[in-house]
């Protein structure tokens, strides 16, 4: 994975996230306590796809 999973780099992938998926809310995009892999897990869930595909696509963001 690429620099996207820096904190500070996050805040400008989850605005792009809620542009090309509306089904997402910023509550699904919160990089809670927990660890990248919970993070990465939810998302993929709502947008129904597998991990590896949700990481591929951020990683061409």
């Given amino acids: 994975m690429n620099k996207n999973f820096d904190h ?3 805040d400008s992938v989850k605005i ?3 542009k090309l998926y509306p089904v997402l ?3 699904d995009l ?3 306590h927990g ?3 919970e993070l990465l ?3 993929s869930c709502r ?3 597998s991990k590896n ?3 591929a696509e951020l990683d061409a963001l």
């Fill in 41 to 43: 897990e939810t998302i």
């Fill in 8 to 10: 500070k780099h996050w």
């Fill in 25 to 27: 809310t910023t509550s």
């Fill in 16 to 18: 792009k996230l809620l």
């Fill in 30 to 32: 919160i990089w809670r």
């Fill in 47 to 49: 947008l129904g796809k």
């Fill in 35 to 37: 660890t990248v892999d």
């Fill in 53 to 55: 595909e949700l990481i």
